[in-house]
């Protein structure tokens, strides 16, 4: 028992040795504690870019990982900025360039028009049986469009710093998160097959039309200040919600209702993890910012 | 045996517990014996990067965008925004520091700086961003694993994990081997059947086994960023390109009954990235690459023949009358998330020039 006793001081003192050997830097933190810095924020004189401002920003963003169509959304961003760190503001893009993807094409060209394809394939009717093939249509015209986003959003910005690029060119950048909900306006194949709807073989039924998704939103991104009054943005942003994209009756019927029911309706809408690439070029007034202590 | 072992500990504690004692400072005799010198304009920086950063007090501009808690003598450093602080030892938000410290260190240089001969001295006038870079590449190793991710590819992902390797020949330039294991870990999407079944169309479809690459990487730019206000951490982004092997193997999607590929196809590749790492320490830091790796793949015939499988040339002969393979190469770009460790070694390092 005694020898245990022992055993265990010496193992605890070897222990507080080690603990009380190890932290030297933190020794060095201590004279900054007690010393002149103490309480000093880790950033002086700092240009308060945001605090107090509006940006404004004209925008470009493009759709990544499309399946059945690329869109290019322009429009104006409009953020206030209440503090250094947060900010509200919101957006709205237009989809002003909505072009097919490769596999689009692919389909458009090498799919079959025929009775197995007729509910799934546009097409301009015809005979639609196994020997005579229904009148090929554009595949393109019945994948989904994304017609315009709008969003109100908090911008947090907790990163503050600055960057040198060649060690020429030093600039001032902040990293930010920015979080809220959209609106977005998009045009997908309209339903069919159901009571009182177009049978989904009937060529009108591939026609689009327009409807609203509510979704959250949320990006990140960076700003590159180029001086007190503009910056360089660059941001990636999600915007997760279910859509029809390629207009095809996948699900609806069979075990979890994974398999084609002869309809086109929302249970064929299929969850996406949208997202885009944002650049824009943000003004802010007023036009200097204020300087920190 | 049991004496033995207590010993050693007895040793061991007393060996290590004095060590504090060591780390500590030692307080000048008389209060304010032996300044740091404070106000020579090049003092020199310490020699191990890791040992913390003198106490030496700013003697002409040292405000502006200060990131640092120490800021450098002489010559304002790359931070400042032109405010011009107290000086040294001066009053610091109307309140003297050194009636509140008298033994800060400012205070006793403050007491023998002679102003006049220290403003007859050469500065050196450049200025940087960062004056001193947090970390040191050159000549160390990077050791980096991580794990890939596809970005771009919704019928079949090649995920896995990797690992580079890299020696800093410069502060900005590195070159280095990076493999990526793919084998087993290939997914194919449900997407991609919804496609098939949908259309009565199919997309040739390729597994990955690994690649490896002999890579170039070049760090153009670096910076810090305050977190909160309060912390700083520094990063740097950097982008890596070169070539080397890519080993592919088609999946049975057109012809699945008759088709079996067993043989992976040793392909060239190129790869490009960019990648952004944001170092804890000054040997440790988490890195985030996209990186494109390019190559002309081996994809699956979309023709099948039509002859029957008995004949010597049918559909169960891979170069019979309709080859399994596609005799044109395609143009395959897979972009990568990489999402990973950079570890530095060795671990530490000293500056060459002043701070």
Redesign the interface.
């Known amino acids: 028992m005694k ?1 245990r006793f ?2 265990a001081v ?2 605890a ?2 222990a ?3 603990l ?2 190890a932290p ?2 933190a ?3 201590e ?2 504690l ?4 103490k309480g ?8 308060l870019y945001r605090e107090g401002r509006f940006e404004l920003d004209p925008v470009f963003s493009f759709t990544l ?1 499309d ?1 059945y169509r690329r869109t290019i959304l322009v429009g104006p961003r409009l953020n206030y900025n209440i503090k ?2 947060i900010a509200i503001g919101g957006f709205f893009y237009y989809g002003a360039i909505s072009t097919t993807t490769d ?1 689009s094409d ?2 458009n060209a ?3 028009r025929d009775a ?2 007729a509910i ?2 546009n097409h301009a009717g015809g005979n639609c049986g196994t020997a005579q093939p229904c009148t090929a249509a554009s595949f393109a015209d019945q994948t989904a469009k994304m017609q315009w986003v709008g969003a109100l959003q908090a911008t947090f910005i ?10 020429k060119i ?1 600039l ?2 902040d ?1 930010y998160v920015a979080a809220g909900g959209a609106m977005v306006g998009i045009q997908e194949r309209s339903n069919c097959g159901g009571s009182g709807q177009k049978t989904c073989a009937d060529p009108a039924s591939f026609a689009l039309q327009s409807t609203n998704k509510i979704a959250p939103t949320f990006g990140v991104g960076f700003d590159f200040f180029g001086g007190n009054w503009w910056s360089l943005n660059v941001e990636y942003r999600a915007l997760p919600f279910s859509w029809n994209r ?1 207009g ?3 699900r609806g019927s069979g075990t979890n209702g994974n398999f ?1 029911d002869g309809q086109v309706n929302g249970q064929d809408e299929t969850f996406k993890f949208n997202m885009m690439i944002s650049v824009g070029l943000g003004f802010f007034l007023p036009t200097k910012p204020a ?1 920190s202590e | 045996m049991k004496q033995a072992r207590r010993w050693l500990l007895l040793a061991a504690a007393l060996m290590l517990v004095p060590q504090a004692a060591y780390a500590q400072k030692k307080k000048p005799k008389g209060g304010n014996a032996n300044p740091p010198p404070a106000a020579a304009p090049a003092a020199p920086a310490p020699a191990d990067a890791d040992a913390p950063a003198p106490a030496a007090p700013a003697t002409g501009a040292a405000g502006g965008d200060q990131t640092g808690a120490t800021p450098a003598p002489g010559a304002a450093g790359g931070d400042q925004t032109g405010a011009t602080p107290p000086a040294a030892g001066g009053d610091q938000g109307g309140m003297d520091v050194c009636q509140i410290t008298p033994d800060a260190p400012q205070c006793a240089a403050a007491k023998e700086i002679n102003f006049g001969e220290e403003a007859k001295k050469q500065v050196h006038a450049e200025v940087y961003a960062v004056q001193q870079q947090y970390v040191l590449r050159a000549q160390r190793f990077e050791i980096q694993p991580y794990f890939n991710f596809t970005l771009n590819d919704q019928f079949v992902s090649h995920n896995g994990p990797g690992l580079a390797l890299n020696y800093y020949i410069t502060q900005v330039l590195a070159i280095g081997v990076d493999g990526v294991w793919y084998g087993g870990l290939n997914g194919e999407s449900d997407f991609n059947f919804q496609n098939r079944r949908a259309a009565r169309i199919a997309v040739p479809l390729n597994n990955y086994q690994f690649s490896a690459d002999l890579n170039f990487t070049y760090v153009p730019m670096y910076g810090k960023f305050a977190g909160f206000g309060d912390f700083i951490f520094n990063y740097d982004v950097f982008i890596s390109g070169g070539g080397g092997i890519i080993r592919t193997q088609p999946v049975s999607v057109i012809d699945p009954d008759n088709r079996k590929f067993t043989d992976w196809n040793n392909l060239v590749n190129f790869d490009l990235g960019i990648g952004f790492r944001i170092f804890f320490t000054r040997w440790l830091a988490a890195v985030l690459e996209v990186r494109d790796l390019m190559f002309f793949d081996r994809l699956e015939n979309t023709n099948v023949s039509i002859l029957p499988p008995t004949d010597p040339n049918g559909p169960l002969n891979p170069n019979g009358q309709v080859p399994w393979l596609d005799p044109d190469t395609h143009f395959t770009n897979d972009v990568q998330l990489q999402l990973g460790l950079s570890i530095f070694l060795p671990t530490s390092f000293e500056y060459r020039l002043p701070k």
């Open positions: 020898r022992v055993s010496l193992a003192a070897a507080a040795g080690v009380a050997a030297r830097r020794e060095a933190q004279i900054q007690t010393g002149p810095l000093a924020p880790a950033v002086r004189h700092q240009r990982l399946e250094d760190w596999l692919q389909i090498k799919a079959p197995l394809t799934n394939m907790p990163f503050r710093g600055k960057l040198a690029i060649f060690n030093f001032d950048t990293f390629s095809f009756d996948s084609p300087i």
